[in-house]
Structures are given as C-alpha cells and as structure tokens.
C-alpha cells in the first residue's frame, strides 16, 4: 500500500519556522521526483517546492524562494520542507507529492496557519 504521510505542521507566527516531513512508502522512492503543493481556502492548489528523484536539482515557487528549502533523504524514504520566514499568506493545508513516469501519489495533507 502506498503511504505518504506528513508531519510537522502548527501554528507559527509570522517570521517563525516550521518544518514539514513526508515519510513514504509502498513504491521506489528513490525512483520518484517529490514535491510540496499548497491549497489555501478558497485557491487553487500551487506547487511549493520539487525535486528531483536523486535530489540534484530544486526548484521552488517564487513566492518561496529564499525562504524554503526541500531535501530529501532517499536512505529513509523521506522529504522535507524547511520553512522559514513565514509569512500570513503561507498558510495552507501542505501536501507531499510523488511523481513518477506513470504514477502520481498524495499525502492527505498537514495544516500549517501563521498567525500572531
């Protein structure tokens, strides 16, 4: 069974940091590109944060660059999203992405709201 399964989300105020944790398994992990998607209320879906299956290559929103940071950790299966600077309109429900050639795999998702 296909398992991700994030952690790390909370209430921050703004300027804090949190960090956000996908552990993953039933599927080749090293074989699959991940990524951190948001979804605010009432707004689309945006992709955060990817990277690459062996995690040479980043790429981040503009929104977030500078600020966040995703790595992944191929040996324990998982990946992660160093948020720092927060800011209000960085609250979202985050969601753990895994794509693959074939195959796309979600997390169900962890809050995070920044608010003083």
């Known amino acids: 069974e296909v398992q991700l399964v994030e952690s790390g989300g909370g209430l921050v105020q703004p300027g804090g940091a949190l960090r956000l944790s996908c552990a993953a398994s039933?599927?080749?992990?090293?074989?699959?590109?991940m990524n951190w998607f948001r979804q605010a209320p009432e707004k689309e879906r945006e992709l955060v944060a990817g990277?690459?299956?062996?995690?040479?290559?980043?790429s981040y929103a503009e929104s977030v660059k500078g600020r966040f940071t995703i790595s992944r950790d191929n040996a324990k299966n998982t990946v992660s999203l160093q948020m720092n600077s927060l800011k209000p309109e960085d609250a979202a429900v985050y969601y753990c992405?895994?794509?693959?050639?074939?195959?796309?795999?979600w997390g169900q998702g962890t809050q995070v709201t920044v608010s003083s």
């Open positions: 039933g599927f080749t992990f090293s074989s699959y590109a």
């Open positions: 990277i690459t299956a062996a995690g040479g290559i980043t």
């Open positions: 992405n895994a794509q693959g050639n074939r195959f796309r795999y």
